[in-house]
């Protein structure tokens, strides 16, 4: 079945870029997607890609994609503290459905002065 | 942009007892909604998908008796955990499907309910 894997938690400093990694196992997949959770809160999608797309940015955000290892990245720069967050990845597409996201278990980003 | 509003944030029960959480799209109508069951520093499983006017479609492992789905509307459905007990306690989570059918329409997402089973 699908699976999709992330590290758990990362620490970075306030100013400098953060990376958060996943991994997944459809090679099916059509989308790829990064949200970001607050304590308490529910989901804010941030970014999504297609599978067909090398890279996509938006602002501080950056995302690559290698088809090939089935690796997705999410770069934020110059990370700040309102960026403290949980970050899912997640996919869909002709595997799951269309309709089914297939999420990570997040990784907690921690921002440090 | 789209706004997806849950009630209660927060419930706490007696084990035995029913609750009602309601998941509302604000400012679209959304045929398709999705409940999410969040275990703590675990991610988000399906639960269910919800349609506009028809039966809710369940996660393998998910009992229909159980959690009871409703989409009676464009802009509302309800999830309701029949007879609670401790191990229902999570955080729900619903997310509301602005078009029908396309591939790239967005899952929007709800603020989530803590739902405390004593």
């Known amino acids: 079945g699908e699976d999709v894997e992330q590290s758990l938690f990362l620490s970075v400093r306030e100013g400098d870029s953060s990376v958060i990694n996943c991994t997944y196992t459809?090679?099916?997949?059509?989308?790829l997607y990064w949200y970001k959770q607050e304590p308490g809160a529910g989901l804010q999608l941030l970014t999504y890609i297609f599978s067909n797309m090398d890279m996509k940015q938006d602002q501080r955000l950056t995302v690559l994609l290698n088809k090939k290892d089935k690796h997705l990245s999410l770069r934020i720069a110059d990370t700040q503290t309102g960026d403290s967050a949980i970050y899912f990845c997640?996919?869909?597409?002709?595997?799951?459905?269309?309709?089914?996201?297939?999420f990570g278990a997040g990784t907690r980003l921690a921002v440090h002065p | 942009g789209a706004v997806v509003s849950q009630h209660p944030s927060r419930v706490i029960c007696k084990s035995g007892t029913s609750v009602k959480i309601e998941c509302r799209s604000l400012?679209?109508?959304?045929?398709?909604m999705f409940w999410y069951r969040q275990f703590p520093k675990k991610s988000l499983m399906l639960m269910a998908t919800?349609?506009?006017?028809?039966?809710?479609?369940?996660e393998q492992g998910v009992e229909k008796d159980k959690f009871l789905i409703n989409h009676a509307s464009l802009t509302l459905s309800t999830l309701t955990v029949t007879s609670a007990h401790p191990e229902d306690s999570s955080f729900y989570i619903c997310?509301?499907?602005?078009?029908?059918?396309?591939?790239?329409?967005?899952?929007?997402f709800g603020p989530g309910t803590r739902l405390t089973v004593l």
């Open positions: 919800s349609n506009e006017g028809s039966k809710a479609t369940y």
């Open positions: 400012d679209f109508q959304a045929t398709t």
């Open positions: 459809d090679s099916s997949s059509t989308y």
């Open positions: 997310s509301a499907r602005e078009a029908a059918g396309g591939i790239t329409d967005t899952q929007y």
């Open positions: 997640a996919e869909t597409g002709p595997g799951g459905g269309y309709n089914k996201l297939i």
